[in-house]
């Protein structure tokens, strides 16, 4: 994994994670602990046995715990801190645009900060020969919440969003995803984009990845099925995290 340490990685975590209150009153989503270790703490423990220790976060929702969470804990660590003050009114499109200037010219691995994973997911997506890809999850019973992925030819990713109909879908895009430098130029053009209209403000960053799709640049999905993820939105979602990340193994 020797190019892991040219990467850089975005985590995302803005949100106030208003589904899962009150757990989240008065403590940010992704401080949340599973079997004892915060959501955060295991990210980026994750990403510093990879080698990677450069991250961009994204922040908005009681930010200063999370800052000074990481500044504690990871001292070492090689951060920027990016603040979307308008987190209350815009989605991950919009915060997704912010880290323009700290990635713009890197491979990076974008992250939502609500999801609990295996380490062996980011091995896979380090290690993967395609430079732009989106974890799926095969092996899931999907439904309107998920970001769903219809794919041809050679795993590449055609769609992408919560409109897909699940039975032209392959699986779930878990929100982990590796982009080249190449195509972060792209990207983040496309975001400013978008971010001119008021009304794409709500827009996920998929909408991004679908315009480039469109524009024919590829993408392709990573099966990580069988390995163990999940995304926290809702208590029913962090007492699954639990019994999955609990089992002793």
């Given at each position: 994994?020797?190019?892991?340490?040219?990467?850089?990685?975005?985590?995302?975590?803005?949100?106030?994670?208003?589904?899962?209150?009150?757990?989240?009153?008065?403590?940010?989503?992704?401080?949340?602990?599973?079997?004892?270790?915060?959501?955060?703490?295991?990210?980026?423990?994750?990403?510093?046995?990879?080698?990677?220790?450069?991250?961009?976060?994204?922040?908005?929702?009681?930010?200063?715990?999370?800052?000074?969470?990481?500044?504690?804990?990871?001292?070492?660590?090689?951060?920027?801190?990016?603040?979307?003050?308008?987190?209350?009114?815009?989605?991950?499109?919009?915060?997704?645009?912010?880290?323009?200037?700290?990635?713009?010219?890197?491979?990076?691995?974008?992250?939502?900060?609500?999801?609990?994973?295996?380490?062996?997911?980011?091995?896979?997506?380090?290690?993967?020969?395609?430079?732009?890809?989106?974890?799926?999850?095969?092996?899931?019973?999907?439904?309107?919440?998920?970001?769903?992925?219809?794919?041809?030819?050679?795993?590449?990713?055609?769609?992408?969003?919560?409109?897909?109909?699940?039975?032209?879908?392959?699986?779930?895009?878990?929100?982990?995803?590796?982009?080249?430098?190449?195509?972060?130029?792209?990207?983040?053009?496309?975001?400013?984009?978008?971010?001119?209209?008021?009304?794409?403000?709500?827009?996920?960053?998929?909408?991004?990845?679908?315009?480039?799709?469109?524009?024919?640049?590829?993408?392709?999905?990573?099966?990580?099925?069988g390995l163990k993820w999940t995304e926290i939105d809702t208590k029913e979602d962090f007492i699954t995290?639990?019994?999955?990340?609990?089992?002793?193994?």
């Amino acid at each position: 994994m020797a190019q892991s340490n040219k990467m850089k990685a975005i985590i995302l975590a803005a949100g106030v994670g208003s589904r899962i209150r009150p757990l989240t009153d008065n403590c940010p989503k992704s401080l949340l602990r599973v079997d004892g270790k915060t959501i955060l703490e295991m990210m980026i423990s994750h990403l510093q046995d990879c080698g990677i220790n450069e991250v961009v976060f994204v922040l908005g929702y009681l930010q200063e715990q999370i800052k000074k969470f990481i500044k504690t804990n990871f001292p070492d660590l090689k951060t920027h801190f990016v603040t979307n003050e308008r987190y209350a009114e815009t989605n991950t499109g919009f915060s997704l645009m912010l880290t323009k200037n700290f990635v713009q010219r890197s491979t990076f691995i974008k992250f939502d900060a609500d999801v609990v994973f295996d380490k062996e997911i980011l091995k896979k997506l380090i290690e993967c020969e395609h430079a732009n890809c989106l974890c799926i999850d095969k092996d899931i019973n999907l439904d309107a919440e998920e970001i769903k992925v219809i794919i041809k030819d050679q795993n590449r990713v055609i769609k992408a969003s919560k409109t897909v109909n699940p039975k032209d879908a392959i699986g779930e895009s878990i929100g982990i995803e590796k982009i080249s430098s190449e195509t972060a130029k792209l990207l983040f053009s496309e975001l400013e984009l978008m971010m001119e209209d008021e009304e794409n403000h709500q827009e996920y960053y998929e909408s991004a990845y679908e315009r480039l799709i469109d524009k024919n640049v590829p993408f392709y999905a990573l099966d990580i099925s069988g390995l163990k993820w999940t995304e926290i939105d809702t208590k029913e979602d962090f007492i699954t995290a639990e019994k999955i990340f609990s089992q002793k193994t």
